[in-house]
């Protein structure tokens, strides 16, 4: 199993052809491209929910399997937006940089769907429970605060803010490595006893920041 | 070891690629299993899960709704089959739960055995519909079908220093994926207090909706403790013993500080994860929100068990 997600995950001669025709189009055509791609894979997670909810599909615990696949998909694409800037020096791609944020979004639009199918499907906006339920289970309470740390990135994401904000745009984003911590408790606190899930998202999570310390300490010496 | 082995190794076969022996023997089985079913033949597995039972009807939650029987077998905790839901219902497959002894040992007049079909014999099987409260928050209603444990302790004879009992399931890791892995202190360890095991709500369930037990929800014998946590419910069950001490169970001793000893269903003594007081129905549907937690789980009547106990302590 281990040996075919890393065969899928990085299969490089895939990749690279990927890249080496992306390569081969102009710059405005691949950056367009790579959304295309990227709009129509982030559909697919939440088109297949919606399937499965029309036939049944669901399981025993519909509410759970949407929480999870919501949750688990805002987590991929966490990681994603994370793998763009070791991805662009590794590759020599600057370009790479035009779809970091819409992976960025698609963190957002994903943590919002699982947020709303807990407070909606979950607790039927029950506000007194959720209230008692975010205080009383620290594992709520940390994915509580992640979202909210969410929101002024998402908020800042166009390029007005950005030009607005300036040096202190890149300060503000660099929450998402707070998110990710976080989120990656969520997760750890959420589970009742087999970890290997989790355990993996955090060794990828690791993995990205480590292949960033090289671009950290060039950034710290300039 | 790996260098160490290839060297050793002229074929140049890597141990890696060679079948395992028991997936090897379980492909046989399934081989076996499905040229049978050709043949018109039914092994005996396959015989004893389409097993019908006779039964009496009870007044026993008359008035729920039962989860589907779809539900009931196909979203289960039984982490000696894995740890997901869907895990025990994919992985119990080739379970043999037949034939089948339960020890029965420690503080009775005598050590004996009693094989599933005389256990079955004890008693008249009984149906009963109870509720059945996850710790994680979740609920189901099912139709057991089984026999007061108390049947099977006036056989057992315990002596007077029987003040507890322990349930232990069956470990078996060459049929029980999930018992491989050292998730939970292996095997199985549940326990009762002697009065909580002899209260007449306490059944050890054999079927469920008419028929023998699925191996999913613990063929060929469990225990169902309607008024506790659904983990009370130790599956499989190979050994009985009687004892003078509290049980060390095995989610206490995975953590101690979240799973009580007595894990009595109480909307009023939080778990550090789930919320308690209140809980969703399986099968109730994607709109239907939750239901509020009752005490013993709506079982009222156990409550002079703990009379004068503080149950935030006594969780």
Redesign the interface.
Known sequence: MQAWIYRKTFNMPMMQNLLQWLAALSAKNRILWLKVLIWLGAFIPVSRLIYL?FTDG???????FIERSTGTWALVFLLLSLGITPLRSLTQQAWLIAVRRLLGLWMFAYACLHVTTYLW????F?WV?IA??IV????VLVGAAALLLTLPLAATSHQRAIKALKQRWKSLHKLVYVIGVLVLLHFW??V???VTEPVMYSLLFALLITLRLPIFIKNRKS | MLLDNNRRNPSGILPSEITPQDLFEQRRTVLKAAGAAAAGLLLPAQAYAAQTLDFQKTAFGKEEKLTSFEDVTSYNNYYEFGTGKEDPAREAVLFKPTPWTIKIEGAVKQSKTIGIEQLMKLAPLEERIYRMRCVEGWSMVIPWVGLPLKALIDWAQPTGNAKYIEFISYNDPRHMPGARIPVLDWPYIEGLRMDEAMQSLTILAVGLYGKVLPNQNGAPVRLVVPWKYGFKGAKAISTIRFVEQMPHTSWMKASAREYGFYANVNPAVDHPRWTQSSEKRIGAGLFAGRIKTRLFNGYDEVGQLYAGMDLQKNF
Do not use: I, M, R
């Open positions: 909810g669901l399981g025993a615990n519909p509410v759970e499907l979950d607790y039927q029950d429970d008692k339920d009383k289970h620290p594992y606190w959420l009742k006893k087999d």
